[in-house]
């Protein structure tokens, strides 16, 4: 018996060691993965916040881009942020730098490729199809705000998360829905007082663009080697990107190949001689840029951008700046299965554009001075004065507070800084006999008025 228990002692020994050692590296196990949990939040690259203080300029454009498209008959739509990734690659182009590098795309729960939208008149042109919209008077006048999404080196003005507001035309050839979107356009930027110019150029239909690819391959063939790697892949993909190349080499050779606008069939020829006499007609400038391709597929005829002008850029850093840039797309509605729909667009950038206002000096106008600031002391007059922000509120009198201070002193504070004209004061016994204090904060004089009279008073005093 003792030589059994002494056994039992030898092989429990190990065991209750064992259990100690498992419950220390449980214990360091914990700790670790404490230490791997600490989250520091940050934005993600290429997305940001866009602060209070920078809001004055979303809200001024924004304001002055949709009062311009409603007066030319454009309303408004908004389509989804997420779609069928197969949209894009049917539209955009599966050769195109957006489908193949940038697009978000991924597996939703059922195993479907969706993707975060990467422009908007893919969308525009599902939603056209899917709703009906061909039922309604022709041509439709369409615009649209929103976020969008690809996945490319954050840069000045570009990030992978940005802003773009449409305008779309759909359901006219004629080429003066070309030169009114165009216009339109170039009336938004002058209400911005923005300089800019406009490049346009003409890609022509299927039938002329395909012979003129022809003519190009045949005039870069000797001048491959001097292509960068990705253009050398485009010559056998789709051509025509190399112009939109930004490799400094590529551009200066594009310069020596032939021009698509010299190979136009005549009916391509005579809309764009169409579109550019209607610009004439209304004295809009334009530099005729045989080089200019757009990035997208679903392209036809014309097509043009809005470049800003600016002491000490060159064409080159204009032509990545871009402020704005659209074009034809007889296309691509029934190439989605929808009704032969010729159709014109343009997409604004928000961050480009604001950017811009800072380097030309152009402010949004300041905010109309706060003339009224409430101010109370203590709970009961906290509770009044709470009730009478939202009357004078609806009776239109610019007013502010500060209710989570208590200070009568920080209130006084806040309303000369923010310039405040006059500083109503309620306080305890102001509550009790329905009164309230009028401050002059340019004279300091004070008055006691009847509490139902203070917007008659206040009215009198603005």
């Not at 934005?43 to 866009?50: E, T, V, Y």
């Not at 923005?194 to 190009?216: A, D, F, H, V, W």
């Not at 007609?281 to 005829?301: A, C, F, M, W």
């Not at 800084?417 to 016994?429: C, E, N, T, W, Y």
Request: a positive charge; charged letters at 30%.
């Amino acid at each position: 018996m003792v030589k059994k228990r002494k056994i039992k002692k030898i092989i429990d020994r190990p065991k209750k060691k064992q259990l100690k050692s498992k419950k220390g590296i449980e214990e360091e196990e914990v700790k670790s993965s404490t230490v791997k949990e600490k989250f520091v939040p940050q934005a993600l690259r290429g997305m940001r916040d866009i602060l209070p203080e920078e809001q004055r300029y979303w809200e001024y454009v924004l304001e002055k881009m949709a009062k311009i498209s409603k007066l030319y008959g454009f309303e408004k739509i908004d389509i989804p942020v997420l779609e069928d990734a197969a949209l894009f690659r049917r539209t955009i182009g599966i050769t195109t730098d957006i489908v193949e590098k940038e697009m978000f795309s991924f597996s939703d729960k059922s195993g479907r490729e969706i993707a975060l939208r990467p422009e908007m008149t893919a969308g525009i042109a599902r939603a056209y199809i899917e709703n009906g919209l061909s039922n309604l008077p022709q041509p439709l006048k369409l615009y649209t705000f929103g976020s969008l999404f690809r996945y490319e080196k954050p840069q000045s003005g570009r990030q992978r998360e940005f802003h773009q507001f449409n305008l779309e035309i759909l359901g006219s050839a004629s080429p003066v829905i070309d030169s009114q979107i165009i216009i339109l356009s170039q009336n938004i930027f002058k209400e911005l007082k923005l300089e800019t110019e406009l490049q346009i150029n003409s890609l022509g239909c299927p039938l002329c663009r395909n012979e003129y690819k022809k003519k190009l391959l045949e005039s870069v063939r000797y001048k491959k080697k001097l292509l960068c790697p990705t253009c050398q892949t485009r010559l056998t993909k789709n051509p025509l990107r190399i112009f939109d190349c930004k490799e400094k080499n590529c551009r200066e050779v594009s310069y020596t190949f032939p021009y698509i606008i010299d190979s136009l069939c005549d009916v391509c020829k005579n809309h764009f001689i169409k579109v550019l006499e209607n610009l004439d007609e209304l004295q809009i400038p334009y530099n005729l840029n045989p080089r200019l391709v757009r990035g997208l597929d679903y392209y036809t005829k014309t097509v043009f951008e809005f470049w800003p002008v600016r002491a000490g850029l060159s064409e080159d850093e204009k032509a990545k700046i871009s402020l704005a840039g659209g074009g034809r797309y007889d296309e691509l509605i029934q190439s989605l299965g929808g009704k032969p729909t010729p159709a014109v667009g343009i997409a604004f950038g928000l961050e480009r554009i604001i950017e811009e206002m800072k380097m030309q000096k152009q402010t949004p106008p300041k905010p109309k001075k706060t003339l009224v600031f409430l101010a109370h002391i203590g709970e009961a007059a906290k509770k009044r004065a709470l009730r009478l922000f939202e009357e004078l509120k609806e009776e239109k009198i610019n007013v502010k507070e500060s209710l989570g201070k208590d200070s009568l002193k920080a209130q006084l504070e806040l309303a000369n800084k923010i310039g405040a004209k006059f500083v109503l004061i309620l306080g305890q016994d102001e509550v009790s006999h329905r009164t309230i204090i009028i401050r002059n904060m340019e004279t300091g004089i004070q008055e006691i008025v009847d509490l139902d009279k203070i917007v008659k008073e206040l009215r009198k005093r603005l």
